[in-house]
Antibody
Framework: QVQLMQSGTAVTKPGASVKLSCKAS????????FHWVRQAPGQGLEWMGA????????LYAQNFPGRVTMTGDTSTTTVYLHLRGLTSDDTALYYC????????????WGQGTMVTVSS | QSVLTQPPSVSGTPGQRVSISCSGS????????LCWYQQLPGTTPKLLIY???QRPSGVPDRFSGSRSGTSASLAISGLRSEDEADYYC????????????FGGGTKLTVL
């Protein structure tokens, strides 16, 4: 049973940006912090950052200086990841995941969105 | 290079007990809860252990977690073929305003 529903596959060019979505139920949206984690092909998991969607507070990993923005829409119970200045190194599967507090484990995961950056 | 260190691979035979280690600094493993994720081939990661040694509902008690000092371990007893997967440890790092750190992952092969 999917509790976080992510947007579909994205194919984009170097230098462009992409905005991914992750929709949760009202309860899940209001009671969790949301994180974005990515996984390049054949590689491990990389944390990108987190958002408290009810107050909009964010925390970004230092690996993406100025390239990442996470937002939440309370009316649609959806969180978003906006990634700018894409390069081929950003080709990866992007997951949203949720935990009840900022340092909590990720109890809930989305199904992942594949982003391919290619000229 | 990952902040948390895991062996790249481990293997075992059905019924055997295997262990996967995860080591890190005292400021991470020694100060915060550790968790483990299982990623079966081609699937989304799944939480296996949280709070160092707690199992979410539905996770068999064949899986157990432990922590000692700056190291942690995931043990799998009664190994089954369906346990073949990648396993990741993760923890909160209080430094640098806070972040989640992952181990590099361990590929478990059931022979």
């Amino acid at each position: 049973q999917v509790q976080l529903m992510q947007s579909g596959t994205a194919v984009t060019k170097p230098g462009a940006s992409v905005k991914l979505s992750c929709k949760a139920s009202q309860y899940t949206f209001n009671s969790n912090f949301f994180h974005w984690v990515r996984q390049a092909p054949g590689q491990g998991l990389e944390w990108m950052g987190a958002i408290n969607p009810t107050d909009g507070n964010t925390l970004y990993a230092q690996n993406f200086p100025g390239r990442v923005t996470m937002t939440g829409d309370t009316s649609t119970t959806t969180v978003y990841l906006h990634l700018r200045g894409l390069t081929s190194d950003d080709t990866a599967l992007y997951y949203c995941a949720a935990g009840q507090w900022l340092s909590d484990a990720f109890h809930i995961w989305g199904q992942g969105t594949m982003v391919t950056v290619s000229s | 290079q990952s902040v948390l260190t895991q062996p790249p691979s481990v293997s075992g035979t059905p019924g055997q007990r295997v262990s996967i280690s995860c080591s890190g600094s005292s400021s991470i493993i020694g100060s915060n809860y550790l968790c483990w994720y299982q990623q079966l081939p081609g699937t989304t990661p799944k939480l296996l252990i949280y709070g160092n040694n707690q199992r979410p509902s539905g996770v068999p008690d064949r899986f157990s977690g432990s922590r000692s000092g700056t190291s942690a371990s995931l043990a799998i007893s009664g190994l089954r073929s369906e346990d073949e997967a990648d396993y990741y440890c993760a923890a909160w790092d209080d430094r640098l305003s806070g972040r989640v750190v992952f181990g590099g992952g361990t590929k478990l092969t059931v022979l």
